[in-house]
């Protein structure tokens, strides 16, 4: 399968068209089997003691290792069959920046990890998970 950057920069679109996604106000960038995601921490993000909670920090790892693997494949849309997570650090403001990257493939299963840094570059989280191929095609009615 040829992937090229005209795949990267759909794949972009796709993500930044998602409705979850206007509400958190991410940023992207996808490679060859790589993404960055950018997400700046704002105050209605927080849980009741003031920190970000686990489900924003599974969102961020999950969106980098899943479009990290998904830089992979031009033909259908991926999902997400199991992500593990371990937080490190809590974050209460400032910035996250996770980095994912695909680490390898098996039959429909891709497998990638991304790791989340704050704004002073100390790592706050990681993740890893298996991602399978699915029978949706990327089509421009899914943003791509």
């Known amino acids: 399968m040829a992937v090229d950057e005209e795949h990267f920069r759909r794949l972009e679109r796709m ?22 995601v950018a997400l700046d921490v704002r105050r209605d993000f927080s849980h009741a003691a003031g920190g970000v909670p686990g489900a924003v920090y599974f969102k961020h790892l999950d969106d980098a290792s899943f479009f990290a693997a998904a830089s992979l494949v031009d033909d259908a849309f991926i999902l997400t069959a199991t992500f593990t997570v371990t937080l490190s650090k809590p974050v209460r403001d400032g910035s996250m920046r996770a980095e994912g990257r695909a680490t390898g493939s098996e039959g429909r299963r891709l497998f990638a990890e991304a790791v989340i840094y704050d704004g002073a570059g100390v790592e706050i989280a990681r993740g890893n998970g298996v991602f399978v191929r699915s029978k949706i095609q990327l089509t421009p009615e899914l943003g791509y």
């Not at 996604?21 to 060859?32: A, D, Q, R, W």
């Open 15 to 36: 993500y930044r068209s998602a409705p979850v996604n206007e509400y958190f106000k991410p940023t992207i960038s996808i490679g060859p089997g790589t993404a960055v």
